[in-house]
C-alpha cells in the first residue's frame, strides 16, 4: 500500500533525475569513486520508547511523636543521614521525672510484694502446724480452720502485690517510650530534602519535622499503553536508556493492575542495575523505556548513511553490475547507526554510504577500497573529493 501511495512520486522524482544524467554527460563519462556497505539481516527485537522516570522506595515526612518543643536540630537541607542518626531533641526534661517517678512506684511495688510473700509463707507455716496437730489431743478445728483462712487471704495479697509490680513495669515502659519519643532518629538512609521544624518551635505528635529522601533506594516507574503491558511479565529484562545516551539494564519487579482511564496505561515498575551507572540518577530523572511489542526478528538492515531523502522519500543507491541504481525503501526502527528496512532492499544488497549525495541513477560507479586502520579519515576524504563535479559539470547540471 505504501508502494502505490509513494509511485507517482518516485516516478517524477526519477525522470527529473534522468534528465539531468542525460544533460550532464560530463559526469556520466566517468566512474564516481564511492565507499560501499552490504544490506545485513540482523536479529531485532522491536520495541516502542515509552517515558519513564526514576523514583525511590522510601520518601518519608519524619514527625515528632509527643507535644513539645524543638531544643536541638543538628541537620540541614542536603545532609546525608544513616538509620539512627539523630535529627532532632525534643525538652524531654518533664518525661525524664516521670521515668524517674515510674521506677520509684515499680521499687516500692517490688517491696509489697515481697512483704505479701512473706506473709504468706508465714501463714502456710501456721497451717502445717496446725493441720500436724490433727491426730493429738491439743488439735482445735477452730483454730486449724482460723490458720486456713489467714493462709488463703496472705495468698490474694501476694496476688494483688503481683499485679502492682506489673501495672508499675508498664507505667515505667511507658514513661521511658515517651522519654524516647523526644529524640527524632531517622528511620533510614536518605537525604534531608527539607526542614519543616526549626530550633525552639513547638511541635505536636505527628507534626513534620524534615523530609528525609533516599538516593540509593531507586526504581524506575513508567505508565506503559495497557495494549503493551502483556509482553511485560517480573523478572523480564527491559532496556532503559537515560537522557545523557547511557544504557541501563532493568528488570520488571511488578505491573500494575489500575488502568488509568484518561491515558489508557498500567504502571510499570522496574529495577535497575545501578552498578552499571556512572553517577547515581537524582530522583524523578527522566528516561526512555524500550518497552517490547514483538518477538525478536531476523530483519534486513542498512546503513544510515545510505539513506537520502528525495521529495521527501526515503531512497538508497544499490551497486547493480557497476552502476548506480536509486531504490526507494520503507524504514523501521534504528538499530545503532542502522535502520530495519520494510521494503526495496534485500539482504546482500550493495548500498552506497559515501559519495552517493551527487550520485545519479544508472552512473558507473567505482567502488573505494576499505581504508586502512587509522585511515578512516582521509579514505572518507578521498571519496567525497572523487565525487565531487568540476565547476563546469555543476552548472550544467543546474
Not at 480452720?145 to 502492682?164: L, N, S
Request: charged share 25%; proline share 6%.
Amino acid at each position: 500500500m505504501w508502494n502505490r501511495c509513494v509511485a507517482g512520486t518516485v516516478r517524477c522524482w526519477l525522470a527529473a533525475a534522468a534528465l539531468v544524467w542525460a544533460v550532464a554527460p560530463a559526469l556520466a563519462q566517468q566512474p564516481a569513486m564511492v565507499a560501499t556497505d552490504k544490506v545485513t539481516a540482523e536479529a531485532v527485537d522491536q520495541t516502542a520508547p515509552t517515558i519513564g522516570r526514576f523514583v525511590t522506595l522510601f520518601e518519608a515526612v519524619v514527625p515528632a511523636l509527643l507535644a513539645s518543643h524543638v531544643t536541638e536540630i543538628p541537620v540541614n537541607i542536603g545532609d546525608r543521614l544513616a538509620e539512627g542518626d539523630i535529627i532532632a531533641v525534643l525538652d524531654t526534661e518533664r518525661l525524664r521525672w516521670q521515668v524517674q517517678q515510674s521506677k520509684a512506684s515499680l521499687a516500692q511495688s517490688e517491696a509489697g510484694l515481697a512483704v505479701a510473700r512473706a506473709r504468706a509463707e508465714l501463714a502456710q507455716r501456721r497451717l502445717e502446724r496446725a493441720e500436724g496437730l490433727r491426730e493429738s489431743t491439743a488439735f482445735s478445728q477452730a483454730q486449724r480452720d482460723d490458720a486456713r483462712g489467714e493462709a488463703d487471704i496472705a495468698a490474694a495479697q501476694v496476688q494483688v502485690a503481683q499485679a502492682a509490680v506489673e501495672e508499675a513495669k508498664a507505667r515505667l515502659d511507658t514513661a521511658a517510650d515517651d522519654y524516647a519519643r523526644g529524640t527524632v532518629v531517622a528511620p533510614f538512609d536518605g537525604v534531608v530534602e527539607e526542614r519543616h521544624a526549626d530550633l525552639g518551635e513547638a511541635v505536636q505528635p505527628g507534626g513534620p519535622v524534615v523530609t528525609l529522601v533516599s538516593e540509593k533506594a531507586l526504581e524506575i516507574e513508567a505508565d506503559v499503553p495497557s495494549l503493551r503491558v502483556a509482553a511485560l511479565s517480573p523478572g523480564a529484562p527491559i532496556g532503559v536508556t537515560r537522557a545523557s545516551g547511557e544504557t541501563i539494564t532493568t528488570t520488571v519487579r511488578a505491573v500494575g493492575t489500575v488502568e488509568n482511564p484518561r491515558t489508557r496505561t498500567r504502571r510499570v515498575r522496574l529495577v535497575p542495575e545501578l552498578g552499571e551507572l556512572t553517577n547515581i540518577p537524582p530522583i524523578g530523572e527522566g528516561v526512555t523505556v524500550h518497552v517490547p511489542i514483538s518477538d525478536t526478528a531476523i530483519l534486513p538492515t542498512i546503513h544510515k548513511d545510505a539513506i537520502l531523502q528525495r521529495r521527501g522519500i526515503s531512497v538508497v543507491y544499490v551497486v547493480v553490475d557497476g552502476k548506480a541504481e536509486v531504490r526507494p525503501v520503507q524504514l523501521g526502527d534504528a538499530v545503532g547507526e542502522r535502520f530495519v528496512v520494510l521494503s526495496g532492499v534485500q539482504p546482500g544488497d550493495v548500498t552506497v554510504v559515501r559519495g552517493n549525495e551527487r550520485l545519479l541513477p544508472g552512473q558507473e560507479v567505482a567502488v573505494a577500497p576499505p581504508p586502512a586502520e587509522g585511515g578512516k579519515d582521509g579514505a572518507s576524504d578521498a571519496v567525497a573529493k572523487a565525487a565531487a563535479p568540476s565547476d563546469g559539470a555543476k552548472e550544467t547540471a543546474q
